[in-house]
């Protein structure tokens, strides 16, 4: 059942992202426009969890099929996602993830690993975390994206790693939860290059 929120209003911004101490509605299910939207327009932090042994969309990956190939990953730094990247990290912005992993890793996993090098590059904070010390650390088994510490978008995932929807949450309750597992997980995890490294 979608959560609700008592308060309302939105930003005069066309996308129809939150204001500061307003609003959406929490619960709406958006589309993939309006999410990558979101990577636009937030003004200081946007941080994600990522807790699946794989994804559908990376299998699909040109990348992922030459990494198979070669083990290691090619990329094309004037594709949007980078190019988006370079522009708000450059402007100050902090975006980061938390990839938490399976020992032994996933060939996904491990894809990734190496993939976090072009992450960085474009300005991303990347770490890992071991998933039993995710465990021990109770964090949840939910990929979400956290916008500003006041908009939290869910990923929704079948079971074959396929995105089924993206659901906005802006209760201040649950926004708050989920910056708590940010806390912890951005606590207990390494930098990618360390945790490739094998270094604690």
């Known amino acids: 059942m979608a959560r609700q929120s008592p308060l309302v209003g939105t930003a005069g911004r066309a996308d129809g992202c939150p204001a500061p101490h307003t609003d959406v509605g929490t619960g709406e299910i958006v589309d993939r426009g ?3 939207r979101l990577f636009e327009t937030f ?3 946007a941080w994600r969890l990522e807790t699946r042994r794989g994804y559908a969309s990376d299998r699909q990956d040109p990348d992922f099929r030459a990494f198979l190939d070669t083990g290691t990953s090619p ?10 990247m370079r522009a708000q990290t450059g402007a100050g912005k902090s975006v980061g993830r938390v990839r938490i992993v399976d020992d032994p890793p996933t060939t996904e996993q491990l894809f ?13 904070d990347i770490r890992y975390l071991w998933r039993e010390e995710a465990g021990r650390s109770a964090l949840p088994a939910e990929d ?18 396929n995105l089924l929807d993206i659901e906005l949450v802006t209760e201040p309750a649950e926004v708050v ?19 490739a490294a094998g270094k604690p």
């Open 34 to 36: 309006t999410f990558r």
């Open 43 to 45: 003004e200081h932090t």
């Open 75 to 84: 990329c094309d730094p004037d594709e949007p996602w980078f190019v988006n």
């Open 112 to 124: 990734l690993l190496d993939y976090a090098r072009h992450n960085a590059s474009a300005g991303e």
């Open 144 to 161: 979400f994206w956290i916008f500003d510490s006041r908009l939290v978008a869910l990923l929704r995932f079948d079971d074959a790693d």
């Open 177 to 195: 939860r989920y910056c708590v597992v940010r806390d912890a997980a951005m606590h207990h995890a390494v930098p990618y290059d360390r945790f």
